[in-house]
């Protein structure tokens, strides 16, 4: 899916209300900054960057002296498009010299078992070599789910029993990446957050064994963000990502939510940039993060 199709919903909750507001209230008063606050916040673009907007658009409705709302809307989406700008990395880092290790982290349910067969695929059909490690050992269900993906996309997992310690499955993972000369591991995680200093010291324990393995990896650590959840998922990105050595984000699920404004609120309340989303189900619905796409999506 590309961004157009993938952000249907987004466009009509939010970027359609905002083009019906304008034709519907025309002249810009206080009713209508009222209405436009209510739009944005719903579609979860974030109560602080939604009153920072608002007092932007007043100022520019006061010194360009507007009065029709039509006038106000390329400014709107001009202002929009760069707080969805950015000029910073969002390219996932590649090991040039051997393999590359990427770790995706998050809280069950999210999508970080769709996500890596998704990206198991797009490496593949690169031509590249494509391992997958099955370190959820937790979560009932989680190796066998990856798995399904391994057969659907013809990648191989390396497994053990369910319950087993995930940093001795990352070490087979990394012995056998090496054996095949792989290009491209990746690491599937537990997600449980009630027992959030376990889940740390199991996270540690990973990145003790594929650092001494491979020095310099991780290349990567995605944490995984469902934007069906909204403000939830930037709580959780805060609490979580930025202290367990997290280099990037993946928003999955953009598809199903009318709430895309969340992107926005993650680029302006985190330092973490967003390097893919997910727009579907499907193994070819994971697209890199482009802004300028992005942008276009939205306003299509
Ligand atoms: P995990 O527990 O984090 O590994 O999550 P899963 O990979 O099992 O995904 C949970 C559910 O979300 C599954 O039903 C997936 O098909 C679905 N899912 C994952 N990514 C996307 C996406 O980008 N769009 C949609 N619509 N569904 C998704």
Not at 199 to 213: A, D, G, H, T
Request: glycine share 10%; hydrophobic share 40%.
């Amino acid at each position: 899916k590309q961004f157009k199709d993938g952000l249907e919903k987004t466009r009509k909750g939010f970027v359609e209300k905002v083009a019906e507001l304008v034709t519907r209230r025309k002249k810009i008063d206080e009713e209508f900054f009222e209405e436009l606050e209510e739009i944005l916040i719903g579609a979860d673009v974030g109560v602080n960057t939604v009153m920072e907007l608002i007092d932007d658009l007043r100022d520019e409705v006061k010194k360009r002296k507007i009065e029709d709302a039509v006038d106000l809307q390329p400014i709107m989406s001009e202002k929009l498009i760069g707080l969805l700008r950015g000029d910073e990395d969002n390219e996932i880092k590649l090991n040039p010299d051997g393999i590359t290790v990427i770790l995706f982290v998050g809280v069950n349910g999210v999508g970080k078992t769709t996500t890596i067969g998704k990206l198991a695929h797009y490496y593949k059909q690169q031509g590249k070599r494509v391992l997958m490690a099955a370190g959820d050992t937790f979560r009932a269900g989680a190796i066998e789910q990856l798995e399904v993906w391994g057969e659907r996309v013809g990648v191989e997992v390396i497994k053990q029993s369910a319950g087993s310690d995930p940093a001795a499955v990352m070490f087979d993972a990394v012995q056998a990446a090496k054996q095949r000369g792989v290009d491209i591991l990746l690491c599937d995680t537990a997600g449980r957050l009630q027992n959030k200093s376990n889940l740390m010291e199991e996270l540690n324990k990973i990145f003790r064994v594929i650092q001494r393995e491979i020095p310099g990896a991780p290349h990567e650590v995605l944490m995984v963000l469902d934007a069906t959840t909204g403000q939830n998922a930037l709580a959780q990105a805060k609490l979580f990502g930025e202290k367990s050595g997290v280099t990037g984000l993946v928003l999955t699920k953009l598809d199903g939510t009318a709430k895309g404004g969340i992107v926005i609120a993650i680029r302006q309340e985190l330092s973490l940039p967003v390097k893919l989303v997910g727009l579907g189900e499907k193994m070819e619905d994971l697209q890199k993060f482009d802004s300028e796409q992005f942008v276009h999506g939205l306003f299509a």
